[in-house]
């Protein structure tokens, strides 16, 4: 298979590879999945090529690709748990859209207990007492199943960047945003792809459980699975966000993933029904936008990779479980493409025999991935322009942009670290921003996780200011440009997977 250059396009691709500590101390095998930790194993022992798989590391150094980590378990072994530079290992990573696979999920548990009662139930009997607008028959057949496939048919899901969603979000009820859209389709005839169908079966859920999303996961998915730290944030009526920005380790998504790989049986429980991993995970619409075909929330694949299915969220978020090759692959990313990493995870992989042991390729791989975690040699640092010390601890005031960044300070004190002072929408935020092409690491309030922030002078009157969300997938560079007429700023702010591309004015002040 050739890589696969559309966002939303699970890869069919798979990397085989371990850790160190992994690779050093192999887990003795089990049956299945363990709750609590993997049992490792050798690339080569459960049928991949130690080889091609550290070329991808060059790769990825050569290409700059915004890969965070990488994790593969194979035949119910961890094969590879790579994490890369300025990501690493212990931290969560927003999954994005993968939520709403997670959100599915949570539906099938729901049904399961005796929640709901199944898929077919019309949405709107759930709110009887919610005055509709654009009430219609083909609004009243809109089902829960019309969420899970995105086939409900009202105008939401075609407009560029998810514009419903940016206005569901700033409605004041995010339920009767929903409920009141224009109906443009009979429910169950067009796919469209909208993130207020996955958030109104959130919304069911703290309904029919009595509780909201992510508890109602912590006791049904979660804590069966020994998945522990998440974070979840939730709407203004404390509804968990049914469409993303769930946070989990990358190692607790591919527990998800191996969940599904084992028909819904973990340990000696039996956690999800399987006639429900299979009704998630066939196809419900065929040739979807990107090609593939769509189930519950899950992207299913074509005929050239039978059985495969996956979880996918922009940035690179992804899971792939492919059950005909016993194989679960888990990436995070700030803005790649996966399927760019394919060519070499089908060199490596020999789908029905064992490899003899290949010391040499194996340690190359070992160093690999010790390596990937290294952050880049400092470089020594140029002498500051007359313009840092005219503009350190000034306020720059900024002109209305779709970021919500209003005041941004910078200072500098002569050493490798400058430091930004930023207010965004509501949110107060400090930033250490290093000058010698290392990035310093601060808390950051709006994703709940660390971010890398780094800086330069591109010349006597312009600097680039980077900060990286890392976990929290986007990265935003901020260009300023003080040629402009004197308190005057001209900016440009981009984000690296294009939310933001703008340009706007500051003014300094004192």
């Known amino acids: 298979m050739g890589p696969v250059k559309c966002r939303t396009c699970l890869i069919g691709a798979f ?57 593969i378990v194979r035949r119910r072994k961890l094969i590879l748990a790579a994490y890369f530079y300025p990501f690493r290992a212990g931290l969560r990573h927003d999954v994005a859209s993968v939520t709403k696979s997670v959100t599915s999920t949570l539906i099938g548990l729901a049904i399961q207990n005796g929640y709901l009662r199944d898929v077919q139930k019309p949405v709107l009997s759930f709110f009887p007492r919610r005055v509709v607008s654009n009430r219609d028959e083909r609004k009243q057949k809109i089902t829960l199943e019309h969420l899970l496939t995105m086939q409900a ?52 859920l703290s309904q029919a459980t009595a509780t909201n999303a992510l508890a109602f996961a912590r006791k049904e998915l979660f804590e069966p699975l020994g998945i522990q730290d998440v974070l979840w944030p939730a709407d203004p009526k404390g509804h968990s966000h049914g469409w993303g920005d769930l946070q989990l380790h990358p190692r607790d998504m591919a527990k998800l993933g191996q969940l599904f790989l084992q028909r819904g049986h973990w340990g000696n429980r039996q956690i999800l029904p399987e006639s429900w991993i299979t009704e998630a995970t066939r196809k419900h619409v065929e040739r979807t936008i990107n090609k593939d075909h769509y189930g519950y929330a899950w992207w299913v694949k074509g005929q050239d990779y039978p059985g495969m299915f996956e979880a996918v969220g922009r940035g690179g978020q992804r899971i792939t479980v492919w059950p005909a090759q016993d194989i679960v692959i888990v990436f995070t990313g700030g803005e790649f493409e996966p399927g760019d990493l394919a060519k070499f995870i089908l060199k490596a992989l020999r789908p029905d025999q064992l490899l003899p042991a290949n010391t040499k390729a194996v340690g190359k791989l070992q160093e690999q991935v010790i390596a990937a975690t290294k952050p880049p040699p400092p470089t020594s640092l140029p002498k500051l322009p007359i313009t840092a010390a005219r503009i350190s601890g000034q306020v720059i005031t900024m002109s209305t942009n779709t970021l919500g960044l209003r005041e941004l300070t910078l200072t500098f004190n002569n050493s490798p670290e400058a430091h930004a002072e930023l207010i965004v929408a509501a949110h107060h935020e400090r930033f250490t921003v290093g000058l010698d092409g290392v990035e310093r690491f601060s808390p950051n309030m709006l994703v709940h996780l660390p971010s890398a922030c780094k800086g330069q002078w591109i010349d006597e009157h312009t600097f680039l200011l980077r900060i990286n969300f890392v976990g929290g997938i986007n990265c935003y560079d901020l260009k300023l440009n003080f040629s402009a007429p004197p308190g005057q700023v001209a900016v440009r702010l981009t984000e690296r997977s294009g939310l933001n591309d703008e340009e706007f004015s500051g003014t300094l002040g004192p």
Not at 24 to 33: K, V
Not at 35 to 64: C, I, N, Q
Not at 189 to 198: I, L
């Open 15 to 71: 990397l085989i590879a371990a850790t160190a500590d992994d690779l050093a101390q192999p887990l003795p095998s089990t049956s299945a999945a363990s709750p609590s930790e993997w049992p490792t194993a050798l690339p080569e022992e459960v049928g991949l090529d130690s080889a091609p798989l550290a070329k991808l590391f060059d790769y990825v150094r050569e290409h700059e690709t915004a890969i965070h980590s990488l994790q």
């Open 153 to 204: 048919g009202w105008d939401c899901g075609f407009e560029p960047k998810e514009a419903r969603l940016s206005e569901m979000r700033r409605s004041a009820d995010w339920l009767q945003f929903m409920l009141d859209l224009p109906i443009v389709a009979d429910p169950g005839t067009r796919f469209a792809y909208c993130s207020g169908n996955p958030h109104l079966l959130s919304i069911i």
